[in-house]
């Protein structure tokens, strides 16, 4: 890969990295994209978006691919491990019992509700330690576009 091709994996990475981050950080955004299915332009449901964050972003594993090739700094690894550990926990218990529930379900599931707000919580922070600036504007596009109540996750 040249090093133009390097940079726009990383960037197209992040972007990705940003918009589930906000997804599986906001119960309303699920439920329009999940249940209601109201903005035609994406197609979610929580098993797709799941494998979409571990696998297409590499992170199954964890996050120490992404970190050594500097797709996230040390900084927002601090921020974002929490989430991740335990979003990764959650879904290996349901792996593991094999729940199947439906989204509909998922969204009034307690502990699903538990990691969205831990997912709230990385957010906030993460807003505060990324610094580029066209993350920053695909993070004020998120929440003002598709968010409503801007307080609660």
């Keep these: 890969m040249t090093k133009e091709e390097k940079k726009e994996a990383r960037i197209n990475w992040r972007f990705r990295w940003i918009e589930l981050i906000f997804e599986f950080s906001h119960l309303e ?10 903005n035609p332009n994406i197609i979610g449901w929580y098993a797709e978006d799941v494998n979409q964050y571990f696998n297409d972003l590499s992170l199954e594993d964890g996050y120490n ?6 797709y996230v700094s040390k900084e ?14 959650f879904v290996e218990v349901e792996n593991h019992e094999q729940r199947d529930m439906s989204d509909k379900q998922r969204l009034i599931d307690t502990g699903w509700i538990q990691i969205v707000k831990l997912g709230f919580e990385a957010w906030n922070r993460l807003k505060l330690v990324i610094i580029d600036q066209e993350e920053l504007k695909l993070i004020a596009y998120l929440e003002s576009y598709y968010l409503k109540n801007k307080n609660i996750g």
Aim: aromatic share 14%.
């Design 29 to 38: 955004y699920q439920n329009e994209i999940w249940i209601k299915n109201s």
């Design 65 to 70: 691919l992404v970190l050594k090739e500097n």
């Design 76 to 89: 927002e690894l601090a921020v974002i491990e929490e989430f991740h550990l335990s979003f990764d926990d």
